[in-house]
């Protein structure tokens, strides 16, 4: 209880903690202070995504720290041209910008998308077009680029030169465009927003619309890439490329480092001096994420994690089928929720608060929507536990 007294007394209130001071985790476990588990379904919000603690990461975040941590930008290392070679193999990029975080990440895409059009001699085109619900970071750019309401709230006025658009209405996104536009920014499966994938067609089609429009599309894959969604990069699952995307979370497995991958030619907008960031990129951080990278690529893994997210979207369907509180499922893979009806007495912040006194980790968004983002190594008998303990409660 001394974590939680100090963390009360000196850390800003910015966070409504749920009262529990974790001290040790391994694989898809967490232990708090007073010795109890817990199965992690959670797993910090998308990051731990191979568990807590993989021997794995942890031999090679050791071999790292031993060897060196530290050196700028302005040197040469090889874990980062390792890391970035690998991402830019891996996925339809050219090109890696390193950062600290997702909102860093999408930070130096918003930069690049107005810059790519400076550097061709078009300052008229510098407005970016995000989706309603979306979410993209805490920053005063990434914030201004969110189309929530709520959290911007108490930080006007915001940057200029975004807009927002209802999430897979394509006409609504077409009669937006006009001359000033220089991007359009979205997340293939929205997150924060209530786990809402995109329609089949419709990043097809938003596509199809920035190529004749010649503006560049941003897919921001922060929460829903890296193996979440079933594929390596969420938007495989559309047979759809972006011009430039963003990574985070999940990449380093819990050591911070964001990612801004671009083609060749929207990485034309950064040349020397024109964006850095001191501890982007450091050994360290890049040799835990191409460790992360190397076991996500391994035979097999992706479609296990497929197998598992089919079985348990399978699992809380039948939840619905059996009681009439769930209106919803949705989701891609093991990046899951299920929303509960409104106007009733409880809503989402009661189920996170019993499942966890029954040992399950998960958390709510939009009051509504109980969110299920495990390790991606989660085992059927796992999710067979908390779907009975969801059951009982519902």
């Known amino acids: 209880m001394d974590s939680i007294k100090k963390t009360d007394n000196f850390v800003f209130q910015t966070y409504a903690r749920q009262g529990k001071a974790f001290v040790k985790g391994e694989g898809t476990s967490l232990w708090d202070e007073d010795g109890k588990k817990y199965i992690d379904f959670l797993a910090g919000i998308a990051v731990c995504s191979l568990g807590h603690c993989h021997p794995k990461i942890t031999q090679a975040i050791n071999r790292q720290a031993s060897t060196l941590i530290h050196v700028s930008n302005l040197f040469y290392t090889m874990p980062q041209a390792d890391l970035a070679s690998k991402l830019c193999e891996k996925s339809f990029a050219d090109r890696v910008f390193f950062a600290n975080s997702g909102a860093e990440a999408n930070e130096a895409a918003i930069k690049l998308a107005r810059r790519y059009f400076q550097k061709k001699g078009d300052k008229n085109r510098f407005k970016i077009i995000t989706m309603e619900q979306s979410f993209h970071g805490?920053?005063?750019?990434?914030?201004?680029?969110?189309?929530?309401?709520?959290?911007?709230?108490?930080?006007?006025?915001?940057?200029?030169?975004?807009?927002y658009v209802p999430f897979n209405d394509i006409d609504a996104l077409r009669n937006e465009i006009d001359e000033s536009v220089c991007a359009i920014m979205l997340e293939p499966v929205q997150g924060e927003g209530g786990i809402i994938p995109a329609d089949p067609d419709y990043l097809k089609?938003?596509?199809?619309?920035?190529?004749?429009?010649?503006?560049?599309?941003?897919?921001?894959?922060?929460?829903?890439?890296?193996?979440?969604?079933?594929?390596?990069?969420a938007h495989e699952?559309?047979?759809?490329t972006p011009d430039i995307m963003t990574l985070a979370k999940a990449l380093g497995n819990g050591l911070p480092i964001g990612a801004m991958l671009a083609t060749e030619d929207a990485a034309i907008g950064f040349d020397f001096g024109s964006h850095a960031t001191t501890f982007g990129g450091t050994p360290l951080a890049t040799a835990a994420a191409l460790e992360?990278?190397?076991?996500?690529?391994?035979?097999?893994?992706?479609?296990?994690?497929?197998?598992?997210?089919?079985?348990?979207?399978?699992?809380?369907?039948?939840?619905?089928?059996?009681?009439?509180?769930?209106?919803?499922?949705?989701?891609?893979?093991?990046?899951?929720?299920?929303?509960?009806?409104?106007?009733?007495?409880?809503?989402?912040?009661?189920?996170?608060?019993?499942?966890?006194?029954?040992?399950f980790i998960i958390n709510g968004i939009q009051d509504k929507i109980l969110r299920f983002a495990p390790p991606l190594i989660i085992e059927e008998k796992e999710i067979d536990r908390l779907i009975s303990a969801l059951d009982s409660l519902l």
Do not use: W
């Open 205 to 233: 089609a938003v596509r199809e619309l920035c190529n004749d429009k010649g503006i560049l599309l941003i897919f921001d894959e922060i929460q829903c890439g890296m193996g979440r969604c079933g594929t390596f990069f």
């Open 138 to 163: 805490r920053t005063m750019a990434t914030l201004s680029a969110t189309g929530q309401d709520k959290i911007k709230e108490g930080f006007y006025p915001l940057l200029e030169g975004f807009s």
């Open 237 to 240: 699952l559309y047979k759809v």
């Open 292 to 359: 992360v990278v190397n076991i996500i690529s391994r035979e097999t893994f992706l479609e296990q994690v497929r197998q598992k997210g089919q079985y348990f979207k399978d699992k809380l369907v039948k939840l619905k089928e059996k009681h009439s509180r769930v209106v919803g499922i949705r989701g891609k893979g093991l990046l899951l929720g299920l929303e509960i009806g409104v106007g009733k007495d409880k809503n989402a912040t009661f189920f996170v608060g019993e499942l966890m006194e029954k040992g």
